[in-house]
Each structure stands twice: as structure tokens, then as C-alpha cells.
């Protein structure tokens, strides 16, 4: 403030202060203005630096929202890539292991197959050599009984030729007596021997069959089953082994062996275990059996 000047009159003195207090609530609204105007700008600049912080900050984490998105899709697909990798690394491992294991199975069953094969080479040539050592024992035995009963037909046609020799002398009315037939020992000692081993022969093919029937082998081939000594005399044959009376058992003993080797039955009982390979072989077989059996029971004198 500027002093009032001093030795005026208490008029002027009077206007002078007025005039001084005048100028000075002036100069007090100038300043008020200019500090309210200084203040409007002031607060103008802090709002519009604010406002510049504001959206630097809203720049910047639109920015930092950004980096992390990029962020995140970025992990996001180094981890699809990583899992694809893996799963196609999966899947070659497994690939790898199929092959191997595929290459392994085929080394597996081509082995098996020909150890199947030299196996089956074997089982084959042991099963012909037993059809061919059965066949020659059948054979065998067939030709002793055919010499033994030829035999016996010659020494009964000889008995009967001689007999009706004698009757024929009776009858002219000479009384010489009768020739006597003279046994021969060794024909009869002969017939008996051939007979006992026939009747052993059979015995052991009844027993045979009776294994086979009760537990047949998984695979069935012509070597093993047991077929008839004698295919030709089958039915005369099984009556000798079923002993007892002939005209009792015969008809019994042809109804069992229709039973076991007709081909229905048989097949019916034994054919989901022969061997494929056999089967026409064994089936023509057994054809054969019943169809002697039957020519046998159509002339037999039972």
C-alpha cells in the first residue's frame, strides 16, 4: 500500500483516501481477476494435462492389453504346436511299434507255418507208413484166412466127393464098408493156428475201437483209426469175436457194425475231427466197409 501524503487538508485528505481506496479495491479486482484468471488456467492446464495422462494411460494399456493378447495368442499356439508335434511324434512312435510288431507276427507265423508244414510232412509220411504197414498186415492176414478157408472148402469137397463116393457104392450093392476119410493133422492144426489168430485179430480191433470210440484223438487221420482186419469177412469177423451163438449174436453184431461204419453215423460222430485233408480218403473208406458189410449180410447164413 501506498501511504497518504502527509500535511493535506482533511477534505482533500478525505478525497485522496478515497481515491486511494478506490485505486485499491481496483488494483485488489484486477488482482482477483487476474488470480482467478491465472487459476481458471491453471486448473484448465491440470485438467487437460489430466486429460493427456488419461489417455496416455488409456494408450498405454490398450498397448499392454495388446502385448498381452500377442502374449497370449503367441503361447496359445506355441503350445497347439508343441501338442501337435507330440501327437505326431506319438504317432510315429506308434507307427514304429506296429510295424515292429507286424514284422515280428509275420516272422512268427511264417515260422510256425513251417514248422506246421514240417510237422505236417511228418504226421504225413508216419500216417502212410502205418496205412501201408496196416494195409499189409490186413492183406496178410486176409490171404491166411482165404488159404485156410480154401483149404478147408478143398478138404470138405474131398469128404463130400468121397462120401458121395461111398453112398453110390452102397447103393450098386457092394458091402465093402465105407471109405474112411483119413484126418490130416497138419491141414486141421493148420486151420485152427490161422482161425486163433484171426479170432485175435478181431478181438484187438474190438478193443481198438472200443479206445478210439470212447476218446477219439483231437485231429483224426486214416492212420488212426482203427479199420477192420478184415474188410471182406467184417461181419463174419466181428460175430467170431462177439462169441457165443453165432445165429444169436449175428444180427446183434450187424446192427452194431451198421451203427459204427455207416457213413451218416460216422460222419455224424466223427466228422468235425478228421483231418481235411483225409476226409475223402477216410469217407471212401468206410463207403467201402458197409457196403461189404451189407453184401455180407445178404449172404450170410445166419
Not at 10 to 18: D, P, Q
Not at 24 to 51: F, G, I, N, P, Y
Request: proline content about 4%; aromatic content about 4%; cysteine-free.
Amino acid at each position: 500500500l501506498v501511504a497518504a501524503p502527509a500535511g493535506s487538508s482533511s477534505s482533500s485528505a478525505l478525497e485522496e483516501k478515497k481515491g486511494f481506496f478506490s485505486k485499491m479495491s481496483d488494483m485488489l479486482d484486477e488482482r482477483r481477476v487476474k488470480t482467478q484468471a491465472k487459476a481458471a488456467e491453471d486448473r484448465k492446464k491440470r485438467e487437460e494435462e489430466a486429460a493427456i495422462r488419461a489417455e496416455a494411460k488409456r494408450i498405454k494399456d490398450e498397448k499392454d492389453e495388446a502385448l498381452k493378447a500377442d502374449l497370449r495368442e503367441r503361447k496359445l499356439q506355441a503350445a497347439v504346436q508343441k501338442r501337435l508335434e507330440e501327437d505326431e511324434e506319438r504317432a510315429k512312435n506308434e507307427e514304429e511299434k506296429s510295424r515292429k510288431e507286424a514284422v515280428a507276427r509275420s516272422k512268427r507265423e511264417a515260422a510256425a507255418e513251417k514248422k506246421a508244414g514240417i510237422d505236417k510232412k511228418k504226421q504225413e509220411e508216419t500216417d502212410a507208413k502205418k496205412a501201408e504197414d496196416e494195409r499189409k498186415k490186413r492183406g496178410e492176414a486176409e490171404k491166411k484166412q482165404k488159404e485156410a478157408e480154401a483149404k478147408t472148402r478143398a478138404a470138405e469137397a474131398e469128404k463130400s466127393k468121397k462120401n458121395a463116393q461111398a453112398r453110390q457104392d452102397k447103393r450098386q450093392g457092394q458091402q465093402q464098408p465105407p471109405p474112411q476119410v483119413q484126418p490130416q493133422p497138419q491141414v486141421h492144426k493148420r486151420q485152427a493156428q490161422v482161425k486163433a489168430e484171426l479170432l485175435a485179430s478181431w478181438q484187438k480191433h474190438e478193443a481198438a475201437w472200443e479206445a478210439f470210440d470212447a476218446n477219439p484223438p483231437s485231429q483224426i487221420t486214416t492212420s488212426r483209426i482203427p479199420w477192420p482186419p478184415g474188410v471182406e469177412d467184417i461181419l463174419r469177423g466181428m460175430v467170431m469175436a462177439a462169441g457165443g451163438d453165432k445165429d444169436k449174436v449175428a444180427k446183434q453184431v450187424y446192427r452194431k457194425a451198421t451203427l459204427r461204419w455207416h457213413p451218416d453215423k460216422f460222419m455224424g460222430k466223427f466228422g468235425g475231427k478228421l483231418a481235411e485233408a483225409q476226409r475223402e480218403e477216410i469217407l471212401g473208406k468206410v463207403k467201402d466197409i458197409t457196403q461189404s458189410l451189407n453184401r455180407a449180410w445178404q449172404i450170410s447164413a445166419y
